[in-house]
């Protein structure tokens, strides 16, 4: 199994709107079908506030991950956030995620982001496993907050 990335654009809409109900499902995301869309769309438009990536055969992907960019002046530049990583359940365990884990860090590395972040339910100890493995560390003193608007 080929952890190969495509970057989104707008041919890839429906496919990857399609996975993210999936996931958002799984997952107990509740969000509407116009604004999951208003969520992707802009991403696969080349907006410069993030990037969503299919993972797998481009026709027949199995899984997208999606980074979001912002900017620290802590880490000393553009950081990122992995907003969302879904592999489908038929194709779990084969080291997919973990194979996206190591190789896109190292390309977003090479193109000058300094950190990449993420959050994990601490009751999926699987994922945390994944994160932990790929490099991902809590940070001491930190937790993460939001503050919906």
């Known amino acids: 199994m080929s952890a190969a990335l495509t970057l989104g654009t707008p041919e890839h809409l429906e496919t990857l709107l399609a996975m993210v109900a999936a996931f958002h499902d799984e997952a107990?995301?509740?969000?509407?079908?116009?604004?999951?869309?208003?969520?992707?769309?802009?991403?696969?438009d080349g907006i410069?506030?993030?990037v969503a990536y299919l993972i797998g055969p481009p026709r027949s992907p199995i899984g997208y991950i999606i980074i979001t960019f912002g900017w620290s002046l802590e880490f000393g530049g553009?950081?990122?956030?992995?907003?969302?990583?879904?592999?489908?359940?038929?194709v779990r365990g084969r080291g997919v995620a973990s194979?996206?884990?190591?190789?896109l860090p190292r390309a977003l590395g090479d193109a000058g982001l300094k950190?990449?972040?993420?959050?994990?339910?601490?009751?999926?100890?699987?994922?945390r496993r994944l994160?932990?493995?790929a490099g991902f560390a809590k940070r001491e003193n930190y937790q993460l907050?939001?503050?919906k608007l």
Do not use: C, K, W
Not at 28 to 44: H, M, Q, Y
Not at 99 to 103: C, D, I, W
Not at 115 to 127: K, P, Y
């Open 99 to 103: 194979e996206t884990l190591q190789s």
């Open 28 to 44: 107990g995301i509740a969000l509407s079908p116009d604004a999951r869309r208003a969520g992707v769309a802009p991403l696969l």
């Open 131 to 133: 994160y932990t493995r």
């Open 78 to 90: 553009m950081d990122g956030f992995i907003d969302e990583l879904y592999i489908r359940p038929g």
């Open 145 to 147: 907050m939001t503050r």
């Open 115 to 127: 950190a990449l972040h993420l959050e994990v339910d601490t009751a999926n100890d699987s994922a």
């Open 48 to 50: 410069p506030h993030g």
